[in-house]
């Protein structure tokens, strides 16, 4: 584990010096970085936790780096990696009814932020909608469960928090302005056809989870209180509900 660690945090870093004319490629340092997504179930060491956030930051951040060199099928693959990640994370911090110590919170706000910022480097790219339809959802989920008035967010975390939540309205004010669809299981009769029908369930430490805001009147509060960029983004997402 420790010698994995090591190694991909070695490929992360030599990510941006990753050429076709080498023997590390865009290409193979990428498959090895997107190994190093996925979180896996939650653990109840805390040194496992945050070490596993820890190293599948530095492989988001590598692939960072890569993006933009590799094809879009790798990217299809990369974008599919990054929503079941998130979608993990996001779960584990706000259905979690175990209370996590700073170091876990921290790493894994680190590891939400930066999984966000290659969301925001697929978003203009119509071949990978289909890829990307899927992180819609957690994204919505994201605001709701950010904005909701009951949600505690300790100060260790916030920061990322914060810049997630922004990344999150950025994404949908575009992606619902563009018209782009939003993938529906239709087999499933409780799935949300539309962003206003979105239930996001919170952890409610000793009792049953609960429904976080429902996602306008979530987004009605960040146009009020968020940062800049996140109000700016919310007013968008207000006007595309308002029509609708």
């Known amino acids: 584990q420790v010698m994995k660690s090591k190694a991909v945090r070695l490929i992360a870093l030599l990510a941006r010096c990753t050429s076709t004319e080498n023997h590390l490629t865009p290409e193979n340092a990428s498959e090895l970085l997107c190994e190093s997504l996925t979180i896996g179930g939650v653990s109840t060491e805390e040194w496992v936790a945050v070490e596993r956030n820890n190293l599948a930051s530095a492989a988001a951040d590598g692939l960072k780096c890569l993006f933009s060199k590799l094809h879009k099928e790798q990217q299809r693959v990369i974008i599919e990696s990054v929503g079941q990640s998130y979608l993990d994370v996001l779960r584990n911090r706000s259905?979690?009814?175990s209370v996590k110590q700073a170091h876990e919170r921290t790493s894994a706000g680190k590891l939400a932020y930066s999984l966000?910022?290659?969301?925001?480097?697929?978003?203009?790219?119509?071949?990978?909608?289909?890829?990307?339809a899927s992180t819609i959802?957690?994204?919505?989920?994201?605001?709701?469960?950010?904005?909701?008035?009951?949600?505690?967010?300790?100060?260790?975390e916030l920061i990322f928090w914060n810049a997630t939540a922004t990344h999150a309205l950025q994404i949908l004010a575009s992606w619902l302005e563009q018209g782009k669809r939003l993938k529906v299981d239709r087999s499933s009769s409780g799935q949300?056809?539309?962003?206003?029908e979105s239930v996001w369930m919170v952890a409610r430490p000793g009792k049953a989870p609960r429904k976080a805001a429902d996602f306008a009147a979530a987004v009605e509060i960040a146009s009020k209180s968020g940062e800049p960029s996140s109000r700016l983004a919310a007013e968008r997402v207000l006007h595309w509900l308002s029509e609708r």
Do not use: H
């Not at 966000?116 to 990307?132: K, V």
């Not at 959802?137 to 950010?146: A, E, F, H, K, N």
């Open 95 to 97: 259905l979690s009814k």
């Open 116 to 132: 966000t910022a290659i969301m925001l480097l697929a978003m203009g790219s119509d071949d990978l909608e289909n890829s990307f």
């Open 137 to 156: 959802w957690p994204l919505i989920g994201t605001v709701q469960w950010r904005y909701d008035g009951k949600t505690t967010i300790e100060d260790d």
């Open 192 to 196: 949300p056809r539309s962003p206003k």
